[in-house]
């Protein structure tokens, strides 16, 4: 069993930051990639900015130079620094992470989503 919960969403206005974490835990034996997603209403879900396990990072063009992606792997967590942020940015934003867990199995594993809304 593994759980993927983020947390840190909320309401900010233009031009704010946030952080948000991703923490994965269960019968975890290695994570592999790591990465956001956001999906906002009436589009479909979009990659954000991934990292390799190694710390190696990809960002969509949109937020290159104001998003920042970074893993604690001591702590199974990902982090997403967001600053100078625009209404368009407004989404409901996603944990993925692939795990082998200790079946030696593969699996991509989704949080719940956690809800960002950049608004004067």
């Known amino acids: 069993q593994v759980q993927v919960v983020e947390s840190g969403g909320g309401l900010v206005q233009p031009g704010g930051s946030l952080r948000l974490s991703c923490v994965a835990s269960g019968s975890i034996f290695i994570i592999g990639g790591m990465g956001w997603y956001r999906q906002a209403p009436g589009r479909q879900r979009e990659l954000v900015a991934t990292?390799?396990?190694?710390?190696?990072?990809n960002y969509a063009d949109s937020v290159k130079g104001r998003f920042t992606v970074s893993r604690d792997n001591a702590k199974n967590t990902v982090y997403l620094q967001m600053n100078n942020l625009k209404p368009e940015d407004t989404a409901d934003y996603y944990c993925?992470?692939?795990?082998?867990?200790?079946?030696?199995?593969?699996?991509?594993?989704w949080g719940q989503g956690t809800q960002v809304t950049v608004s004067s």
């Open positions: 993925n992470a692939h795990i082998m867990v200790f079946n030696k199995r593969e699996y991509d594993y």
């Open positions: 990292i390799t396990i190694s710390g190696s990072t």
